[in-house]
Nanobody
Framework: QVQLVESGGGLVQAGGSLTLSCAASGRTFSSYAMGWFRQAPGKEREFLGAITRSGGSTYYADSVKGRFTISRDNAKNTLYLQMTSLTPENTAVYYC??????????????????????WGQGTLVTVSS
């Protein structure tokens, strides 16, 4: 099983950009599909997007499509989330997650009977107005 550690969070002004990283250690990173999620204060965790094991395909929630980009570098065991045009509504704790099955990443926040194999601990992003 991999272990995941997010980094890159912090304070950014509205309209700005930020790139988060998720470093994986342990079992082979490339055997997992990966995803990004966020949880704003007082709200449920939200799916942002996912990427296949090879990185060849990505899937995004409508709320971030066109503004957020997910990528991975299997040689560096690292997942990335590039965020642009940030607004105060994007303030949240951002989590990466790993699962051998891509579909699980896409549905986990909508299906309480499912869970990912691995979650990171989260990194806080604060967008100021």
């Amino acid at each position: 099983q991999v272990q995941l550690v997010e980094s890159g969070g912090g304070l950014v002004q509205a309209g700005g950009s930020l790139t988060l990283s998720c470093a994986a250690s342990g079992r082979t990173f490339s055997s997992y599909a990966m995803g990004w999620f966020r949880q704003a204060p007082g709200k449920e965790r939200e799916f942002l997007g996912a990427i296949t094991r090879s990185g060849g395909s990505t899937y995004y929630a409508d709320s971030v499509k066109g503004r957020f980009t997910i990528s991975r570098d299997n040689a560096k065991n690292t997942l990335y989330l590039q965020m642009t045009s940030l607004t105060p509504e994007n303030t949240a704790v951002y989590y990466c997650g790993a699962d051998p099955i891509l579909h699980t990443l896409v549905v986990v926040t909508a299906d309480k009977d499912r869970d990912l194999e691995v979650w990171g601990q989260g990194t806080l992003v604060t967008v100021s107005s």
